[in-house]
């Protein structure tokens, strides 16, 4: 009987080794297709490479992929970028601008975040900043700091901070790249390893081809028009205490390196509009961005547009290119008057 156990015991122990080593194989050669979309791998990498290196830029947009769609860095002038990175929020913001610092001089940052994001509430962070491994380990093991601090695991308020550290220690797992931590999704993976390769090349063309056509800018949504009412105005805006901390030092760092800051707004579609206009959530947005210009000088709240016709959106959040041309021009205009 305990020679069974035992041989019972060491063919799930083979078991489990090989299937890890199997996972972690496909996940070293093949990123793109085990760590999650794979035309999300390519833009977020093209993005990672911009912020990492000398361009020469001096005026640049950080933000979410609202960012990215909003500003085409062409239309504003020859000497602007777009590092905006899907997901993203002001702590990639923060290390964004940390990192492009260390090869380029910043003359003007402008900023594109959608607001629920600056609430902390997107998946996006632990889909995409941690697996692509954004960060390195110092900048997460501050951010654990942080969580600590304030008792909260960043973009997950319902995690108990009974679970805090065993929660930071999970996602450590997803960092690190840890087998099981991608089990789950493994044979998704693998069906689109085997059957879309040609699809994905195609994907990560187009996709690498906009972006380095037009300096980090790429539209999301491409429809003619959306009119899906992505607002609820009976929320009250909060944001969250980590995200203020970032901003806190986007701001550090603009001051010692003289820079002139700009927070804008992304559009929403009309439709999201009626839900917003006179709303608690439109009320205690504004409350907030009065407070930050009261406690930042040097930080400007560029007033554009709120929204733009359903007929330049074309998916409920992001602009399609009709929308990006129009909020392109206005920025461009506002920012000169500014100027």
Not at 202 to 217: E, P
Request: proline residues 4%; glycine residues 6%.
């Amino acid at each position: 009987m305990k020679q069974f156990l035992s041989k019972i015991l060491l063919y799930l122990l083979v078991t489990v080794v090989l299937s890890g080593i199997i996972i972690y194989t496909f996940i070293s050669q093949k990123p793109e297709f085990f760590l999650g979309t794979a035309v999300d791998y390519f833009q977020c990498r093209y993005q990672y490479d911009q912020i990492n290196k000398k361009t020469g830029y001096p005026n640049i947009i950080i933000g979410d992929s609202r960012g990215n769609a909003s500003l085409n860095p062409r239309q504003l002038g020859e000497h602007w970028i777009n590092l905006s990175i899907p997901g993203s929020d002001l702590f990639e913001g923060y290390i964004t601008l940390k990192r492009y610092l260390q090869h380029n001089k910043v003359d003007t940052l402008v900023m594109v975040y959608g607001m629920s994001y600056i609430s902390e509430y997107s998946r996006w962070f632990n889909l995409r900043t941690i697996p692509y491994q954004f960060i390195d380990n110092s900048e997460l093991e501050e951010l654990e700091q942080l969580e600590r601090k304030y008792n909260y695991l960043f973009h997950n308020h319902a995690a108990g901070n009974k679970t805090l550290r065993y929660d930071q220690f999970v996602r450590k797992l997803k960092y690190w790249h840890a087998p099981f931590s991608y089990r789950a999704t493994f044979l998704d993976g693998l069906n689109n390893f085997c059957f879309t390769q040609a699809e994905t090349n195609m994907a990560k063309q187009k996709v690498l081809t906009q972006l380095s056509n037009y300096r980090g800018y790429t539209n999301f949504g491409v429809a003619d028009s959306n009119s899906t009412n992505s607002i609820d105005g009976s929320l009250k805006f909060e944001p969250g205490q980590i995200n203020r901390y970032y901003l806190d030092q986007i701001m550090q760092l603009a001051a010692a390196h003289n820079m002139a800051v700009y927070l804008v707004k992304p559009p929403m579609n009309q439709t999201s509009f009626t839900s917003y206009n006179k709303s608690v959530y439109e009320t205690t947005i504004n409350q907030f961005l009065e407070g930050l210009q009261k406690k930042y000088p040097r930080l400007c709240v560029l007033q554009t547009d709120v929204w733009l016709p359903d007929t330049m959106f074309g998916d409920p959040l992001h602009v399609n290119s009709k929308g990006t041309a129009k909020f392109s021009q206005e920025v461009k205009e506002r920012l000169a008057y500014r100027h």
